[in-house]
């Protein structure tokens, strides 16, 4: 699957668009445009970063079309709504995981000072929702955040029309 992300003009709709490995084309919108890396690019960062496999892209690629999403293009597969639905139901609580993590990484980059005792609180309170279970190594956490910082630079030297594009493992 492959995921492009076009700096569009400030104040308008930001929108993504996903070529899943089905050739079928979705525009997954979200947010406002403008220089702050979009929502959508963190996730993408911290699922891949902390080699998540069952996350939001995960969940994208394997067929789930959320509301936010809208069919550009290519024949979508029979019964396609009710396998999304289906999904959605199995990845509803990974989902929730991943959305919590690329949060604490979106925190921990954020940090004027990235120490290990700010990742270690910003876990405890980002991931208080979560089994007690729930590890998360505070230097892979820094990695994953300083892959951010990378990201988010990027995106804020990206003129309107141009683009940054990602590829989503195929299973």
């Not at 208080?128 to 995106?155: G, K, Y």
């Amino acid at each position: 699957m492959r995921v492009t992300f076009p700096r569009l003009p400030d104040h308008e709709r930001a929108w993504a668009l996903v070529e899943r490995d089905d050739g079928v084309v979705y525009r997954l919108y979200g947010g406002t445009a403008g220089p702050r890396l979009p929502h959508d690019i963190t996730h993408r960062v911290a699922e891949r970063e902390l080699r998540i496999k069952d996350g939001i892209w995960a969940g994208i690629a394997a067929g789930v079309v959320f509301e936010s999403m809208q069919h550009v293009s290519g024949r979508r597969p029979p019964h396609a709504a009710e396998r999304s639905k289906a999904l959605l139901r199995c990845y509803r609580e990974q989902g929730l995981r991943a959305e919590l993590l690329a949060d604490l990484v979106s925190s921990a980059a954020a940090l004027d000072t990235m120490t290990m005792e700010k990742i270690r609180r910003l876990t405890a309170v980002k991931l208080a929702v979560l089994p007690p279970s729930t590890d998360v190594d505070p230097v892979v956490i820094a990695v994953a955040a300083r892959a951010l910082q990378v990201e988010a630079a990027r995106w804020a030297r990206l003129r309107v029309g141009e683009e940054l594009s990602y590829d989503w493992p195929r299973k």
